[in-house]
C-alpha cells in the first residue's frame, strides 16, 4: 500500500514540477524575447517607477523564471526549484492584488497568453499556482520521508 501511495505522490508531484517548468521557461521566455515591451509595461507600474527600478525588474524576473525553471529540470535541486516556484508565485500574486486594489489598470508583463487575462482572472490564476507550489513543496517533503536523497 506504501508503494502505490508513493508512486502517486511521485507522479502528482512530476506533474506539477511539469507545470511549473512550462510556466517559468514560458513567461520568462517570452519576457526576454519581447525585452521591450516588457521594459514599456514594467514603467508604468507605478511603484516600480517611483523607486526606479522598472528596468532592473525587467531583466530580473525573466531571467529567475527561466532559471527556476532550469532548477526544477534537475532532480537533485528539485527542492530548490519548488521553493523558488513558490516565493515567485507569491510575489507575483501580492503584485496582481496591488494592481488590482491600489493601482488601477496597468498592462500585464506576464507574456504570451498569459498577459491576455484581466487582473481578476490572473489573480485566481496565481492563488491557483500559488497552493499548486505550497502542494509541490509539501509532497516533495512527504516523498523525501521514505526516499532518502544524497545531497
Not at 502528482?12 to 519581447?34: H, M, P, S, W
Not at 528539485?78 to 496582481?96: N, S, W
Request: net charge positive; charged share 15%; with cysteine.
Amino acid at each position: 500500500m506504501e508503494r502505490i501511495n508513493n508512486t502517486k505522490v511521485q507522479l502528482t508531484l512530476n506533474l506539477i514540477v511539469f507545470l511549473f517548468i512550462l510556466l517559468f521557461a514560458y513567461t520568462g521566455l517570452y519576457k526576454l524575447i519581447d525585452l521591450d515591451q516588457t521594459r514599456g509595461t514594467l514603467r508604468a507600474v507605478p511603484i516600480l517607477k517611483k523607486m526606479g527600478i522598472s528596468e532592473i525588474v525587467a531583466w530580473l524576473v525573466p531571467v529567475i523564471e527561466v532559471l527556476v525553471a532550469v532548477v526544477l529540470s534537475i532532480p537533485a535541486r528539485r527542492k530548490q526549484g519548488l521553493y523558488g516556484a513558490m516565493v515567485l508565485m507569491v510575489i507575483f500574486t501580492l503584485y496582481v492584488f496591488y494592481i488590482l486594489k491600489l493601482s488601477g489598470e496597468v498592462p500585464c508583463t506576464c507574456g504570451g497568453v498569459i498577459s491576455k487575462m484581466n487582473w481578476t482572472t490572473h489573480l485566481y490564476f496565481n492563488i491557483f499556482f500559488t497552493i499548486l507550489s505550497i502542494a509541490g513543496v509539501a509532497l516533495d517533503h512527504k516523498l523525501n520521508k521514505f526516499i532518502p536523497q544524497n545531497i
